[in-house]
């Protein structure tokens, strides 16, 4: 899978969906979980239904340049990790600076190298917000942070953990990744921590879940106060990573914006949260059948308002595929964004295909009852490619989606998987 800027989606619209979809693994469970396996200093971990999407094969590769043994098994979406040697605690830029989550690395290096050393972070990146209190949560265990920045303006931010010892950590934001950082930092740390505020995702139960087969001690996940008592050592384990509920939920309004019938397999209605009412409200229906979940939208489309939030509110990641269904219901439709800024690029590539949005700031109103049509359009992120393909999905005419290697590092084998359930859709790669 090539990561220039080559890979070109053609969408034919008009077409309704049906048949039997297999949903992926979850991309922001399995990261994390590369990040622990590597904390096992003997045996092989064994991680199956893998997604196989670009993060993950640089993941692999990240794991691999610090002395893990790690195969991917592409056809079986399975991940076999061998830690027991790790040989280098440098990050290096060239991988790192391709995959924001290579800071889930730091834990296992500070407990099994005293130190990490993450390059090319670009000069003061110790103030950007997103990663401060990863940083802040090691130092108040015991490490310590310090920055370079080169005279080309390259920062590399060295950490060395010291005498780890748990305490009480505070997150200003309930972040999935933040929260899963400072379990596993706090696993092997002497003594017990505290982490309040704590994401409640179900990717962090997954991870929890993970930790505690390789004998961390863990209790309070999905309260928002987590307690971690340090233990000695962790063992390799085997695990079944949890199904993507983004995957899912795209793959849900999929069948809705076609009106078609689906039955998602791996699918978990409660996992969507707040986006499943929403989906009901605009006249989806659901059916939860063990493990497997029917969608089917036959009745006109309803507006809604959407105001996204941490789980279980409406996830930001499915903010810009409800855009894009929101632009066939029978009326105005506000969308009010308040985890990320800017996630409204998606806007005018709708309006090319013919929706009527009005932004403003990170508020935006839907008028929906529009016919769309077949346009070039470009995927500016990962989830305005799927709200594009979506929106091709249902348009008159062909929609090419330029740029749409963005859509590749979050799902896989998209065209492939949308194909089977009758849509026409082919994915090219120069």
């Not at 049906?18 to 994390?32: D, E, M, S, Y």
């Not at 096992?40 to 064994?46: E, H, L, M, Q, Y």
């Not at 924001?100 to 190298?113: C, I, N, Q, T």
């Not at 370079?148 to 009480?168: C, E, F, S, Y």
């Amino acid at each position: 899978m090539s990561m220039g800027h080559d890979v070109r989606y053609r969408v034919r619209g008009g077409r309704r969906l049906h048949g039997t979809v297999f949903i992926q693994g979850a991309k922001n469970a399995v990261l994390p979980m590369i990040g622990a396996s590597l904390m096992a200093s003997k045996g092989r971990t064994v991680l199956r239904n893998v997604p196989i999407i670009e993060d993950v094969r640089r993941a692999v590769e990240l794991a691999r340049a610090i002395g893990a043994k790690a195969e991917l098994h592409e056809a079986e979406r399975t991940l076999v990790i061998d830690a027991s040697s790790l040989s280098s605690p440098v990050l290096p830029a060239e991988i790192a600076a391709r995959f924001r989550g290579s800071f889930l690395f730091v834990p296992a290096l500070l407990h099994r190298l005293g130190e990490a050393v993450i390059e090319g972070v670009g000069g003061c990146n110790l103030g950007s917000r997103n990663l401060d209190f990863h940083y802040n949560g090691f130092k108040r265990m015991g490490a310590t942070v310090t920055e370079q920045v080169a005279d080309n303006g390259d920062g590399t931010i060295h950490i060395k953990a010291g005498d780890l010892r748990g305490g009480t950590l505070y997150c200003d934001t309930p972040s999935h990744t933040g929260t899963e950082n400072l379990i596993m930092a706090a696993a092997l740390a002497q003594g017990t921590t505290l982490i309040k505020n704590a994401a409640l995702e179900p990717e962090v139960l997954d991870n929890i879940a993970f930790l505690q087969a390789m004998g961390a001690r863990i209790s309070g996940g999905g309260t928002g106060f987590v307690t971690v008592e340090g233990v000695d050592e962790l063992t390799a384990v085997e695990h079944t990573v949890m199904p993507d509920r983004i995957d899912a939920g795209v793959f849900v309004m999929a069948a809705a914006i076609t009106g078609g019938e689906l039955s998602l397999v791996g699918a978990n209605l409660e996992h969507l949260g707040v986006a499943a009412d929403k989906l009901e409200q605009m006249g989806v229906e659901f059916h939860q059948q063990g493990a497997v979940l029917q969608v089917r939208r036959d009745r006109p489309l309803r507006p809604i308002n959407v105001i996204t939030d941490e789980y279980p509110g409406f996830a930001t990641d499915l903010q810009s595929p409800i855009m894009a269904l929101s632009c066939l219901a029978d009326g105005p439709s506000y969308i009010y964004e308040r985890i990320f800024d800017g996630r409204f690029k998606l806007a005018d590539e709708l309006g090319k295909m013919g929706a009527d949005i009005e932004v403003d700031g990170n508020r935006a109103k839907v008028n929906g009852a529009v016919r769309l049509t077949g346009a070039e359009v470009e995927a500016h992120d990962l989830r305005c490619g799927s709200a594009l393909v979506l929106a091709g999905l249902a348009a008159e005419g062909e929609t090419t989606i330029t740029s749409a290697y963005y859509l590749d590092r979050g799902h896989a084998h998209t065209a492939e998987r949308l194909s089977q359930l009758g849509a026409d859709i082919v994915r090219e790669a120069d």
